[in-house]
């Protein structure tokens, strides 16, 4: 199963929403996560089973889809939310499968 | 606390093998709902998952195709971490390595990463 984000890149301001979209190859069940990653930083989970928000992670992440498109939605764009996102599937295991990414940069 | 702490060889010639650890803290190796992988990044291949050990009752190790034949992953129980050896490695193998933990399929944690270079 292959994974396409799209955009590959954004441009964004303070408290802006962001929505970022994640396409799967392959129907797919609920298997799906999202995380960020800081320069040097492993990435950090935000999201799980499409919707779960991770414990500690802001309210203002939130995660949908289904099927074949799923998106991470970030409300109110703080300044420590400029980073990569990736989204990831465990449904089609093994193998697991991270999509390219997309960077969450300030305008 | 859970922490997963790598330690290994950054430095590799071609043709040899790398040999990386992830020793656990806060959770067992053995641990029924849990999965250790190996996923490496590079520019070239973004996040790419490399194997994954786990404990139903019996060790499982899944790789993924692209490597199958050149890694071997072990889970350690005496020492309570997994290990990764990586065979006859090119500079293409280049790349950040992470392990990292899932526990019922939702990866959760990972290690600091080992950045490895693929160089005579």
């Known amino acids: 199963i292959q994974l396409t984000q799209s955009p590959s890149s954004l441009a964004a301001s303070i408290g802006d929403r962001v929505t970022i979209t994640c396409r799967a190859s392959?129907?797919?069940?609920?298997?799906l996560a999202w995380f960020q990653q800081h320069p040097g930083k492993p990435p950090k989970l935000l999201i799980y089973?499409?919707?779960t928000l991770h414990r500690g992670v802001p309210s203002r992440f939130s995660g949908g889809g289904s099927g074949t498109e799923f998106t991470l939605t970030i409300n109110s764009l703080q300044p420590e939310d400029f980073a990569t996102y990736y989204c990831?599937?465990?449904?089609?295991?093994?193998?697991?499968?991270f999509g390219p990414g997309t960077r969450v940069d300030i305008k | 606390q859970f922490h997963l702490q790598q330690s290994g060889q950054g430095l590799v010639k071609p043709s040899q093998t790398l040999s990386l650890s992830c020793a656990i803290s806060?959770?067992?190796?053995?641990?029924?709902?849990?999965?250790w992988n190996w996923i490496r990044q590079s520019p070239s291949r973004g996040l790419e998952w490399l194997g994954r050990?786990?404990?139903?009752?019996?060790?499982?190790?899944d790789y993924a195709d692209s490597v199958t034949g050149r890694i071997t992953i072990n889970p350690d129980t005496s020492k309570n971490q997994v290990s990764l050896q990586f065979n006859s490695v090119i500079p293409e193998d280049s790349a950040l390595y992470y392990c990292?933990?899932?526990?019922?399929?939702?990866?959760?944690?990972w290690g600091q990463g080992t950045l490895v270079t693929v160089s005579s």
């Open positions: 050990a786990y404990y139903r009752s019996k060790w499982y190790v």
């Open positions: 806060g959770d067992s190796v053995s641990s029924d709902s849990a999965g």
């Open positions: 392959q129907t797919m069940g609920s298997a």
């Open positions: 990831q599937q465990f449904d089609y295991y093994p193998p697991i499968t």
């Open positions: 089973e499409t919707f």
């Open positions: 990292a933990r899932d526990e019922n399929r939702v990866i959760d944690y």
